[in-house]
């Protein structure tokens, strides 16, 4: 029995930027939504937080 073949780090990395360079856009497009989706996952919160404080406050929300 034989193991199959593993490709090393180097192989791994001219592999990915092979496809990357021959999908750029998408991959940019990409990650472009993943930053938004980071941005949107901590800025909610944070909105809403100050959203309950104007509340509890009995203020008007900056």
């Given at each position: ?10 192989q791994?990395?001219a ?39 104007a ?8």
């Open positions: 029995m034989t193991a199959l073949p593993i490709a090393t780090g180097r791994s990395l592999g990915l930027a092979t496809v990357v360079a021959a999908h750029r856009a998408a991959v940019l497009l990409a990650l472009c939504w993943t930053v938004l989706g980071a941005a949107a996952t901590v800025t909610v919160p944070l909105l809403l937080g100050r959203l309950v404080d509340v509890r406050a009995g203020g008007p929300y900056p």
